[in-house]
T-cell receptor, first 113, second 109 residues
Framework: DTGVSQDPRHKITKRGQNVTFRCDPI?????LYWYRQTLGQGPEFLTY????????KSRLLSDRFSAERPKGSFSTLEIQRTEQGDSAMYLC???????????FGPGTRLTVL | QKEVEQNSGPLSVPEGAIASLNCTYS??????FFWYRQYSGKSPELIMS????GDKEDGRFTAQLNKASQYVSLLIRDSQPSDSATYLC?????????FGAGTTVTVRA
């Protein structure tokens, strides 16, 4: 399977705990994006990377959120001190170039108790 | 983020009919437009991209773009029960995508 993969697919955690998600993009894609989606809404942009450089972060991304993409390959998204409002589907997408189509992974569904 | 508005659903169509989905966007400078299909509990799946004014057809799907009116639409011909899903309109916004809230389509047998 050469699509975008994400791990884990589901995560249940208690408020205040830290969680980390991983995304492996399509191998030839140089851009990687993180979005968050809540029920009844479209995905909301969080951050994106071109190769290993993080080029933009949404104001939605509080200081508790951090993302990395070492060596321009896979990416991780960490949420520290989780809150119930962090419960959502976290989606990763990748693309080639600036106007390229973005392809999404299966998502990680986070539930904060 | 740029505003993207979709016609509110749900939209119920009989099997074999045409489903028509509409989307408007706020930024006149937008150049790339996408339609994604999302089944319940799953991630968005790209079904159409359109960059130029006019129509683009792919199988049973036709995307229509009118940049002057800041309007993009999706037609699904010969609707099938498997088309029952939420359809998301997305606009390229300085490399990232801005999405509408989606329109849920139900195809009834």
């Amino acid at each position: 399977d050469t699509g975008v993969s994400q791990d884990p697919r589901h995560k249940i955690t208690k408020r205040g705990q830290n969680v980390t998600f991983r995304c492996d993009p399509i191998s030839e894609h140089n851009r990687l994006y993180w979005y968050r989606q809540t029920l009844g809404q479209g995905p909301e942009f969080l951050t994106y990377f071109q190769n290993e450089a993080q080029l933009e972060k949404s104001r939605l991304l509080s200081d508790r959120f951090s993302a990395e993409r070492p060596k321009g390959s896979f990416s991780t998204l960490e949420i520290q001190r989780t809150e119930q409002g962090d419960s959502a589907m976290y989606l990763c997408a990748s693309s080639w170039g600036t106007e390229g189509e973005q392809f999404f992974g299966p998502g990680t569904r986070l539930t904060v108790l | 983020q740029k505003e993207v508005e979709q016609n509110s659903g749900p939209l119920s169509v009989p099997e074999g009919a045409i489903a028509s989905l509409n989307c408007t966007y706020s930024d006149r400078g937008s150049q790339s437009f996408f339609w994604y299909r999302q089944y319940s509990g799953k991630s968005p799946e790209l079904i159409m991209s359109i960059y130029s004014n006019g129509d683009k057809e792919d199988g049973r799907f036709t995307a229509q773009l009118n940049k002057a009116s800041q309007y993009v639409s999706l037609l699904i011909r010969d609707s099938q029960p498997s088309d029952s899903a939420t359809y998301l309109c997305a606009v390229n916004d300085d490399y990232k995508l801005s999405f509408g809230a989606g329109t849920t389509v139900t195809v009834r047998a």
